[in-house]
């Protein structure tokens, strides 16, 4: 794969982002107060599962009730510039694609008007007991279909 071809996508404004607020504590950073880079994957994460409970679910009641969960199967990232400690960071969610088992999500870290990261990451559903690709729920499938 190219440098290029591996290039996270941009957000598109006239799609749907969600935007979920992280504040740096000490505990994401290293010893010269920077944001560890593992840390992003963290935040862009819990963002992902704001936004699901934002579309009204949630994985605990998705693995309860369809008997499946998501995973990530791909990340790529740009690091673009650092967070450091006690920074008040902007993490945007926006969904790219849908297919009937993946979605592929567009993501940026921002501080303030600072681009800091931008990511694609794709995430593929799976059922919870032997991780063998599941199909989105129909209901979920539709709500996530109204934010594209």
Same mark, same amino acid.
């Given at each position: 794969?190219?440098r290029?071809a591996?290039?996270p996508a941009?957000?598109?404004?006239?799609?749907?982002? @969600?935007s979920?607020?992280?504040?740096? @504590?000490f505990?994401n950073?290293?010893?010269g107060?920077?944001? @560890?880079?593992a840390? @992003?994957?963290k935040?862009?994460e819990?963002a992902?599962t704001e936004?699901l409970?934002h579309?009204?679910?949630?994985?605990?009641?998705?693995?309860?009730?369809?008997?499946?969960?998501?995973v990530?199967?791909?990340a790529?990232?740009?690091?673009?510039?650092?967070?450091?400690?006690?920074?008040?960071?902007?993490?945007?969610?926006?969904?790219?694609?849908?297919?009937?088992?993946r979605?592929v999500?567009?993501?940026e870290?921002?501080r303030e008007?600072?681009?800091l990261?931008?990511?694609?990451?794709?995430?593929?559903?799976?059922?919870?007991?032997?991780f063998?690709?599941?199909?989105?729920?129909?209901?979920?499938?539709?709500?996530m279909?109204?934010s594209?």
């Amino acid at each position: 794969m190219t440098r290029a071809a591996a290039r996270p996508a941009r957000l598109q404004p006239e799609l749907f982002a @969600y935007s979920f607020p992280v504040r740096v @504590y000490f505990e994401n950073t290293d010893a010269g107060g920077v944001v @560890y880079h593992a840390e @992003y994957l963290k935040f862009l994460e819990r963002a992902r599962t704001e936004w699901l409970r934002h579309l009204g679910y949630d994985h605990q009641a998705l693995a309860r009730n369809h008997r499946i969960v998501f995973v990530v199967t791909q990340a790529v990232a740009d690091f673009l510039k650092p967070a450091r400690l006690d920074d008040n960071l902007a993490v945007s969610v926006q969904l790219e694609s849908l297919g009937k088992v993946r979605c592929v999500f567009v993501q940026e870290i921002r501080r303030e008007a600072d681009l800091l990261l931008r990511a694609k990451v794709t995430v593929a559903c799976v059922t919870g007991e032997h991780f063998k690709p599941a199909e989105i729920p129909e209901a979920l499938r539709r709500k996530m279909q109204a934010s594209l």
